[in-house]
């Protein structure tokens, strides 16, 4: 027997000389080529006038486009010093907002599900700077900036978070259903707003109306079917879309190199050109550096142009980063460094490179600058008081928005054949 066991040891340790030692998944894959992402390296092409509201240039870094099948945006900016101002005073808002979700969600006071944007303000705020309210947004679950800007508000944000009756959706859609008649939600199924996006802006060009629609998604969303036939769908009949890639570097817990055999997410469209906030040249996308809020506020005003112009559909990717995890229930760090996130944090982040440029351009001073960081701190703990002095629904609310308000029929079944509503004449 003592025989035998040495003879099977000295197998297994044959075996494993032989065998070629082991090695980490992520060596053999591609390096994540970057976009340059930094803030605050623009600067002003001439002195800046004395009037707030007098439009003046700002030039982005060489590095801040790239684009597929399409000539990509000038670098050359106009914007005013109150757009500036503007621009920070809103995403330190969402930011405030996006924190506040983050405290009532460890409160227990916010459940179920929280996707959260911090770090990734300058789209929303970015996009918001240069559409009109005629266009249209959809986006998937991560979309409290985007209800706010188009039109919503941080207590309705916040009150439908916890699910009381004076959120956005009456506190019965939560974190991923929040509308504006110019914003059409966060979506749950990933991917699933892109075609609804593309139907969107079918209806606009079928009213002939003179809009677009952006259908945002992620870069985890990417390699579903369903975008590609909305790419198809809209290039098959010119429809003024905008496809929107949020690229966060992630999809849930997964690097895009993981994921993603092509992560140049602008290119990914066929006859559709594309730009990626950076730039490259073949079909219409482009690739933009959405950490710097002027080059997301040049990249959507051309976008819409172009749509707008009769060319057609467009991909374009906002190079971006999220702070915390995918939702609140991932903590963000098993899958990425916490010295990685530190490091977009401290040298990248979007409200930091805008303040720095502020106060450098002497747009205004640091005094006011605190003063917008402190009433927007105020603005939100007042949203949170309110919210939580709103009562939950009614159990008689979740018989209503079933049907289009007037069409309902004249009653409805619940769960069983015992439990039904019957509806008021005059509803």
């Known amino acids: 027997m003592s025989s035998f066991s040495s003879i099977l040891r000295g197998s297994r340790a044959l075996r494993a000389a032989r065998a070629p030692a082991a090695r980490p998944m992520r060596s053999t894959l591609p390096a994540i080529r970057f976009l340059q992402t930094d803030a605050d390296k623009s600067a002003p092409v001439a002195d800046l006038p004395s009037a707030t509201d007098a439009p003046f240039m700002v030039r982005l870094p060489d590095e801040t486009f790239h684009s597929y099948r399409c000539e990509p945006p000038s670098l050359e900016v106009e914007v005013t010093k109150d757009q500036l101002v503007d621009m920070y005073q809103n995403m330190v808002r969402m930011r405030r907002m996006e924190q506040a979700a983050d405290a009532l969600y460890k409160q227990k006071l916010i459940r179920g599900f929280c996707h959260l944007a911090i770090g990734q303000e300058a789209v929303a705020v970015g996009m918001e700077a240069s559409i009109s309210p005629d266009d249209r947004v959809i986006t998937a679950y991560r979309c409290h900036t985007f209800a706010v800007m188009r039109g919503g508000t941080i207590k309705g944000v916040i009150a439908e978070l916890m699910g009381r009756v004076d959120g956005m959706s009456y506190g019965k859609g939560g974190s991923m259903h929040i509308f504006t008649p110019s914003f059409f939600g966060g979506n749950g199924i990933v991917g699933a707003q892109v075609p609804v996006g593309a139907g969107v802006a079918l209806a606009q060009k079928y009213s002939k109306k003179k809009a677009t629609t952006f259908a945002l998604y992620g870069d985890g969303a990417s390699n579903q079917g369903q975008v590609f036939e909305a790419y198809n769908m809209a290039k098959l009949w010119n429809l003024p879309c905008v496809f929107v890639c949020e690229n966060n570097k992630y999809g849930m817990g997964t690097p895009a190199e993981r994921s993603s055999q092509n992560t140049q997410y602008f290119t990914r469209g066929d006859q559709i050109p594309g730009l990626q906030d950076r730039v490259d040249l073949s079909l219409t996308h482009a690739k933009v550096n959405a950490m710097d809020i002027l080059a997301v506020k040049q990249a959507t005003a051309w976008a819409r142009e172009w ?121």
């Open 307 to 427: 749509t707008l112009s009769g060319k057609g559909p467009l991909v374009l990717e906002l190079v971006t980063y999220r702070y915390g995890g995918h939702s609140m229930s991932d903590p963000g760090t098993t899958y990425r460094t916490r010295e990685e996130i530190q490091q977009v944090r401290s040298e990248r982040d979007v409200i930091a490179g805008l303040k720095k440029n502020i106060l450098e351009w002497n747009v205004t001073d640091e005094d006011s600058l605190k003063a917008i960081d402190k009433a927007a701190k105020e603005e939100v703990d007042a949203a949170v008081a309110e919210a939580k002095q709103s009562p939950m629904p009614d159990l008689k609310e979740f018989w209503t928005d079933i049907y289009y308000k007037g069409t309902e029929p004249p009653f409805m079944r619940g769960r069983e054949k015992e439990e039904f509503h019957v509806y008021s004449p005059s509803a």
